[in-house]
Every structure is written in structure tokens, then in C-alpha cells.
């Protein structure tokens, strides 16, 4: 029982960072002000040739793909005054396809990070009712440190070689290569080249340090701020940490 009640707490502490970044990853993907902000950054209209209209058409109807159920994606553009039924060319339609997949991955990771962070709070409150609450407020915390401990790692080196860490990420993510694309004739390339990805990263990184930072930060402000509801569970707990702290 004891085994199982640490795999669980661990569990817990492990699906925070999970949601948080799977979260901030979903809704930086489904943004429309990070593709506005990087056509415009990049002069992506000039670069490719379609008007900033067509470019903002063009990532929504990206953005409707990642969220559908159709198989391939067809982008319906207007180029140099010619209407383009699909803007990518088959190499790029095949990639997109597999980016879909990694885009639904993440959708169900950060779906069963909740599922499984909801069950285990409500079955804490089950067995120990309040004073599940502190302990709680504790696996949060940790979470939240676990969080921003990973996020800044990777910023890091982020920062100091996205090219090499982009790289990585589309070897290990992808069985073929098909991600490599020219932008010379590869719309896809040109629309969203790697400093946009860049960018995207750092909007991902920024949000969860945030969040991470709140999370962390969470128990302190429980044992100062505790509600009176808690009763003898707010009394345990400040007493813990003070224990700890000591």
C-alpha cells in the first residue's frame, strides 16, 4: 500500500510539468497573434509573396487541420492574383500529415496529465478529506519546481544552440525526412522558418516558467495564508514545513 501510494504521489508530481507544458504547447499552436506576430517579424508576405491576408488565411486553415478529422491538409490561397487550390505540394502535405499526429500526441498527453491529476485529487479528498488539502497544495509545489527546473534547462539550451536542438527534435520525432524542405520552392519552409519556431518556443517556455513559478510558490503561500476551514489540516501543515524548515 505504501509502494502504491508513493507511485502515486510521484505520478502526480510528474503530470504537472506534463499539463503545463502540453497546455502551453496546445494553445501557442492554436494562437492566431504568434502567426500574425511572425509573419509580420519576418516580412513573410514579401518573402513569399502572398499578401499578409492570404498568409493569416493560410495559417488558419493550418490551424483548423491540426483540429479536424481530415487526413491531408488543403490550403485555398489567392497567389499573385491566381486562386491556388492547395498552397503545398505533395512533400509537404506528407510532413504535415505526421506534424498532425505530433500535434495529437500532445492534445491526448495533456489530456490524460488532467484526467490523472483530477483523479488523484478527488480520491485524495475521498480518504483523507481535509487534510488532503496541504499535501495537495505540497505535490503542486513540487511539481511547479520540477517544472521550471526542466523548462530552464532546455531554454537554455535553447539559447544557446536552438539550430542543434532543432535538429534533435526532428530526428527523434520523425521516421523520415520529409521535413526537409528548400525554402527556395517549399512554401511551408518559408512561411514558418526556424526563428519562427524559435519564437514559438520561447512564448511555450515563458507561459510555463510563469506557471511553474505560481505552482512553486503555492505552499508558501498556503501556510501564510491557509483558510480557516482547514482547521487542524492548516495547523498540520504549518507545522510540517516549520519542521521542515528547521
Known sequence: MKNLRLLAVVLAVMSVPILLITTNVRWVINAPVLYSY???RYDIPTY??????ELLSAARQIRDYFNNDEEFLSVRVVLRGVRVNNLFNDREVLHMKDVKGLVRGV???QEIAFLYLVAFAVGGFLLRKRAFAPQMVRYMGWGGAATLGLVVFVGLVALI?????FLAFHLISFSNDLWQLDPSRDFLIAMFPEAFFFDATMWIAGLTVVEALLLAAAPVVFLRW???WLGGAGRWFGRRAQRTAG
Do not use: A, V
Open 48 to 53: 513569399t509573396g502572398l499578401e499578409r491576408s
Open 161 to 165: 544552440g536552438f539550430d542543434r536542438l
Open 107 to 109: 492534445y491526448i498527453l
Open 226 to 228: 491557509r483558510p480557516r
Open 38 to 40: 511572425g509573419f509580420d
